[in-house]
């Protein structure tokens, strides 16, 4: 039993050591988070592997060539998240001028926006400013309003660089695993995996928080006014109960809501 608790202090204590301090502000420690090395490559690398290959509306003559329905639906969804991406994009440069230095990692200073073949909703993004979303979330023709705030959270995810701050403590704890606890391989990446879970669920909720606040400013200085926002929110159909995007925009899409509410 004591060695139990031993271990559950020691993968705190790890993963408080890859946030760079628990009871540190994130947007105070930050800078010594995200500075490490290979913490971005180690980002845009787990996005690859999390995210489907960009979505294609032309008809190349493959067997499973979309009907032409689904092809005119695709090419809508496409040009109106390119439509609101460059809205948020120049939303973006006006509330930060020095975006190529808050996000080093920002190719040519802009988000590279896009649609990733996917059956249940979702979106995600890197730490070089890629957003991905799926398919489904055009299939329910959204509000501009709507899908707006969708991509709004994911670029405030980028540009307050919590990509790389995870991908820091997932690289700080591995490290640590490997210098301090003897034995397999596999024993060592358990208990990796371990503290970099607790090292992102005791972040997820602040960092959350955060993104909501950069995405409420994206909007209304992208032209978004946010009660048209929340109201589209209200409107929009109800979400999946299950999977962990839909439980974290619902939680999202509450705190525009009672910041409205608040207004």
């Not at 787990?46 to 639906?73: H, I, M, V, W, Y």
């Not at 299939?139 to 307050?160: C, K, N």
Request: glycine residues 8%; hydrophobic residues 45%; contains cysteine.
């Amino acid at each position: 039993m004591m060695a139990l608790v031993g271990l559950k202090r020691f993968l705190v204590m790890a993963a408080c050591l890859g946030m760079a301090g628990c009871a540190t502000p994130p947007t105070a420690s930050r800078a010594r988070v995200v500075d490490m090395p290979l913490a971005s490559a180690h980002a845009d690398i787990s996005f690859s592997l999390a995210t489907g290959s960009r979505q294609n509306a032309a008809c190349d003559g493959k067997l499973n060539c979309p009907g032409q329905s689904d092809r005119a639906e695709a090419t809508r969804f496409n040009r109106q998240v390119q439509r609101i991406a460059g809205a948020l994009q120049q939303g973006a440069d006006q509330l930060y001028p020095d975006l190529a230095q808050r996000v080093p990692g920002l190719a040519a200073s802009r988000f590279d926006v896009y649609v990733v073949e996917g059956a249940e909703p979702g979106s995600a993004s890197s730490a070089n400013g890629r957003i991905a979303l799926n398919a489904a979330l055009g299939t329910g023709q959204p509000y501009d309003d709507w899908l707006a705030f969708v991509i709004a959270r994911e670029m405030g995810h980028v540009i307050a660089r919590h990509h790389e701050e995870n991908s820091a403590a997932s690289i700080a704890t591995a490290v640590v695993m490997n210098i301090v606890i003897p034995g397999s391989g596999l024993l060592k990446s358990l208990v990796s995996a371990g503290g970099s879970g607790l090292a992102s669920s005791g972040k997820r909720d602040v960092q959350d928080l955060e993104a909501d606040a950069i995405a409420s400013r994206l909007l209304e200085a992208a032209g978004f006014r946010l009660r048209d926002v929340s109201l589209s929110l209200r409107l929009a159909p109800a979400l999946p109960n299950e999977g962990q995007w839909s439980n974290n925009f619902r939680r999202s899409s509450h705190n525009i809501l009672s910041q409205v509410r608040k207004s």
